[in-house]
């Protein structure tokens, strides 16, 4: 079996929810220490997969979360504390969110308000977004450590 190769280190994987055949990739060069990242699509429907998408980033990229109101569109957790939405019509992100003060480790999508995502940050802290919104809608301050994920509730 023929596998994909990226010159960066691994971080995360997600299917996605639209196209079973295809996932999207996380990676972060040096081990996410130092470095810059990468998104990756990847579709799997033959012998090999093909690569369909991919986007450079300033530094690693630590998850990754699909759109769950577009199929062509990716929210990246990166190391430098952004929040970037690629569009697999443009090599660069089409939005850049910057609030977190520390490293982003996790992203996650809401399953029914398809517009709103969460992260998880290094500073403590959770935020809450929406995507057409500039900033984030809400900040959650409550963790006395290190939040590594946040995950919503598949029916709320």
């Not at 081990?31 to 810059?36: A, I, M, S, T, Y």
């Not at 986007?55 to 990246?76: C, F, K, P, R, S």
């Not at 990166?78 to 969110?97: E, T």
């Amino acid at each position: 079996m023929a596998l994909f190769r990226t010159r960066f280190c691994g971080y995360a994987v997600e299917f996605s929810p639209f196209e079973g055949r295809r996932l999207a990739v996380a990676t972060a060069q040096y081990f996410g220490v130092v470095g810059n990242g990468q998104v990756h699509v990847l579709d799997h429907s033959g012998p090999v997969p093909t690569e369909v998408y991919s986007a450079t980033t300033q530094d690693g990229v630590y998850d990754v979360a699909w759109n769950e109101g577009n199929e062509n569109q990716l929210i990246a957790a990166c190391a430098d504390g952004s929040v970037k939405l690629f569009d697999f019509a443009h090599p660069q992100p089409v939005m850049d969110w910057r609030e977190h003060q520390g490293e982003i480790f996790g992203v996650h999508c809401n399953y029914l308000a398809k517009t709103t995502f969460a992260t998880a940050s290094y500073d403590r802290l959770v935020k809450v977004w929406d995507l057409s919104a500039p900033r984030s809608v809400t900040t959650l301050a409550e963790h006395s450590y290190i939040v590594y994920c946040a995950v919503w509730n598949p029916r709320k």
